[in-house]
């Protein structure tokens, strides 16, 4: 009996089809399985990790990218790849090892009004209080706006600095 085939839909940005760091290996695709949340990917010592950045789709790349570049490694960068059902196991045994945390931050490229941050900051914000009473959940992102995009290529990039140096702790230059 032939096993059903079933097509694969991929709902990202062009931009991440051929990025460098956007691959999984040949075992990941043939034996991985699906994971709501993805933790640290560098090896950074939970001990000196005082700031904690929640993310999800392609604004990871550049908080990454700009990380390694700053060489920041008191921050950690953890992705949520499922909003719905909220995966809140998996999202406190990843936040497990991070005991010194001072801040923890949801970046999103979305507008405030647009994107996870309103349907899911109460998810995020009871898992973060169940792993220190003392964190609050912040926001670095766009300020409200009707439209999705910013409308010129120039105000979008510097939009962009903005909320990942907001996100990383990065003082503005």
């Not at 001990?47 to 490694?73: A, F, M, Q, W």
């Not at 909220?86 to 923890?104: H, I, M, S």
């Not at 409308?151 to 003082?171: F, I, K, N, S, T």
């Amino acid at each position: 009996m032939r096993a059903a085939r079933k097509p694969l839909i991929a709902l990202t940005p062009k931009s991440l089809l051929r990025h460098r760091l956007a691959v999984s290996s040949l075992e990941e695709l043939f034996d991985g399985h699906f994971h709501a949340v993805l933790a640290e990917k560098d090896p950074l010592d939970p001990v000196r990790v005082t700031r904690l950045v929640l993310c999800s789709g392609k604004v990871y790349y550049d908080l990454l990218e700009v990380r390694r570049e700053r060489n920041l490694g008191h921050v950690a960068i953890v992705r949520l790849e499922q909003l719905y059902p909220f995966p809140a196991t998996e999202l406190a045994q990843v936040l497990g090892p991070y005991r010194n945390l001072e801040k923890v931050v949801w970046c999103q490229e979305e507008p405030v009004n647009q994107g996870a941050w309103y349907p899911s900051q109460h998810q995020m914000r009871r898992v973060i209080q169940q792993h220190d009473a003392n964190l609050y959940l912040e926001y670095a992102g766009r300020e409200a706006f009707a439209a999705p995009a910013a409308g010129h290529p120039g105000l979008h990039d510097a939009q962009q600095r903005r909320l990942v140096e907001d996100a990383l702790g990065l003082a503005r230059e």
